[in-house]
């Protein structure tokens, strides 16, 4: 247990914190899901509103820290390429 009050306010801080970020994790990991989900049924129409969805919220995420850049950039790559290659 920490014993300055400086200490005491950090653990608090990054109680809060890690909350609030793991909050925004599970919404990015929900949208990536429903992209996912629309993928594999075959939807392309339902695939790109939900890649429409998930784009903003991946950049978001890598904008407050979350998740780095290039990984929100790599994930959303990747989903622009699974949904090309899907049949019109």
Do not use: C, W
């Amino acid at each position: 247990m920490a014993h300055h009050k400086s200490a005491r306010k950090r653990i608090r801080r990054n109680d809060r914190r890690s909350e609030i970020n793991g909050s925004r994790i599970r919404r990015i990991r929900t949208f990536m899901r429903y992209a996912d989900e629309a993928i594999k049924e075959g939807d392309r129409e339902k695939a790109a509103a939900a890649l429409k969805n998930a784009e903003p919220e991946l950049m978001r995420g890598a904008q407050r820290g979350v998740i780095k850049r290039n990984t929100a950039s790599r994930r959303i790559s990747r989903l622009v390429r699974r949904i090309k290659a899907m049949p019109a």
